[in-house]
């Protein structure tokens, strides 16, 4: 067993925590000497900033961003539903045991329920620091963290994992007067808690090596009277999550996070088979509860960079739009994808244009937006009409039994294949000035647009709609010929959506508003990475890390050129 030691005081934001201010009042205060007034006062200020920025982001104000009101959260949106997102969860939460500190509301919201309630290391065989001074009282929440396997349900037996590294958090500066308060050693350990991780990769080495890292925290109390506590971050308790807190306290290390992550959005496995797998091929056991949290927790992690999304694709000169449809605790929805040249974002809201509207109608977007031919679209202006459906339609038509529509069907798809191939020769030539090709094929253009008023009145109804469907959005429809670079088709929407509709057909879509966003959100940075040709697993690592710590999310990866 390697067991380093390492110390780290960097793991709150804020500078005092709930624990260091029910300590303080004005007599404290008053005994401090003006050089400790001014410590304390700087890192009061520090913090209030800090919450004041909080705040802002947590509250129903204007300076929330956009996407942190869900449009997909609709009144008829049943919220009584079964928390669990895709498959039964069956939350093993027997098997979790409380915080060691869940009297202390400073760690968790007063209305917090078992599912708020940070995992316990519930696979690793916790035991009170070795430098532990003091032995552990009966009210020790290490003693009860060490003991809670005893009579609780669990799922299965106990894995003992050996230890592979120990983290030491304490303390360096008294938070009332600033005196130095010597290294752990000096301290006691009042908590600890296990974190299971995957070992960042090294360079030239194949395969995966787990490791179980124990972090330990320390108290002491100052000559001055404060009691100084390092304490694991726990975040900030948010209404659009009301599942899923962020804290350090995990048993899945961010690493291993994100490959669950992955394991069920990117390669469609249940939270049963990630179990499953986790067990055969990693020997680690971990319960489909701790699982389905992890996912929702990394859904949470994540979520923040919606705004870096939406930011993106309002500034795009282009933008690929389908849908298609999902299930949300059994009532019908849209999916929705927008695909930028940099962005692939999804949503889920009801089957009408609110999504639509909100994302780029009636946004700062200016750009062209690529879709079929639905109403809703028609809506905006500057659009291009994907031709993959116009000539599988013309085509359906040329294989028709009715003698009249296969023969007009017949000429459309010839006329349709010729204009094709003419666009993708004059790629070829981008020197060639815009409209020169539609004049080239002048004629032909005038040929169509004759067999559509001639089948307008078709009785053959495929025939007729069809040549309406031409005529009522004629210029957008040949947009491509007069500037052959834009692009034909919207493949490049339908095909990231593919992959989302056998995932709906596997999980039978989402169950709360909860769980959809938790999907959308994953999915959003899983597919944008993936085109940007970055390495997702690696992001996916980092976002859940800082979020865990409440750091800065990193920004999103860079395209990578080719
Ligand atoms: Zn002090």
Redesign the pocket.
Known sequence: MIVAFTIDTTYNSMKLTAHDLKQMNKATLARLSPEQLLSISERMLDDLQEAMDRLNQNSNNSSRPPSSTPPWHSNDTNNAADPANHDNADDDMDSVIKHPDKNDDHFLPEDASLDNVPEAPDVTDIQPPEVAPTPPTKSDPIKRVAGKQEGTQGYGRTQALAITETVYHARTH?A????CLGDYEAQVAWTAFCTIDIAEHIQGNAGITLTNTKHVFFEIK?????HNREEPYAGIPDVTWPKTNLSEWRLVGPRLAAMIVLLSKRHRNSRRLIREFLLNFLRLELSVGTIDQTIREAGRSVAPLEEELIHEIEEAALAYVDETSWKEAGVLRWLWVFRTLTVVFFMVGKRDRTIFCKLLLNSKFKGIVMSDGWVVYREYANRLRCWAHLIRKARGLSESYHTKAADVGLQMLALFTTFQNAIYAARNQPEQPIGMLAKQHENDIESLKALCIASSDSTHDKLRAFARELLGDWDIILRQIHDPSLPLTNNEAERILRHWVIDRRLSNGTRTDEGTRTFTVLASVIETCRIRGAPVWDYLTQVIAAARKGLQLPVLPIMHAG
């Open positions: 008294c009332s007067c600033n005196a100052c000559d001055c009277g404060h």
